[in-house]
């Protein structure tokens, strides 16, 4: 069973940047696709954005292309979420998530993860 243990999220003026990461423990990081999500209130938990058990492979949420990077290091079982240009609208409880890789491949549905972090929280002010 991996842990996985959010940080980075805060209070950021729009127009800012933060750079959130995920460290995993318990098993071998580098088998795990992995994922960034939000939930914002009132709202269903969507993907932000997925990578890859390498990191050769990602995807983004058209709301967010351009403006959000996922990478990871597998050496120290971190993935990082690097935010720029936050918007009001990116206001949410972001969350890591993760599941077992057989293929080379991200995935995007929330149900495809078994295992979740607690959340961070990130609040964009206008």
């Known amino acids: 069973q991996v842990q996985l243990q959010e940080s980075g999220g805060g209070l950021v003026q729009a127009g800012g940047s933060l750079r959130l990461s995920c460290v995993a423990s318990?098993?071998?990081?580098?088998?795990?696709?992995m994922g960034w999500f939000r939930q914002a209130p009132g709202k269903e938990r969507d993907l932000v954005a997925a990578?890859?058990?390498?990191?050769?492979?990602?995807y983004y949420a058209d709301a967010v292309k351009g403006r959000f990077t996922i990478s990871r290091d597998n050496a120290k079982n971190t993935v990082y979420l690097q935010m720029m240009s936050l918007q009001p609208e990116d206001t949410a409880v972001y969350y890591c998530a993760a599941k077992i890789a057989i293929l080379e491949s991200y995935y995007t549905p929330a149900n495809q993860y078994p295992h979740w972090g607690q959340g961070t929280q990130v609040t964009v002010s206008s």
């Open positions: 318990g098993r071998t990081f580098s088998g795990y696709a």
């Open positions: 990578i890859s058990k390498s990191g050769r492979s990602t």
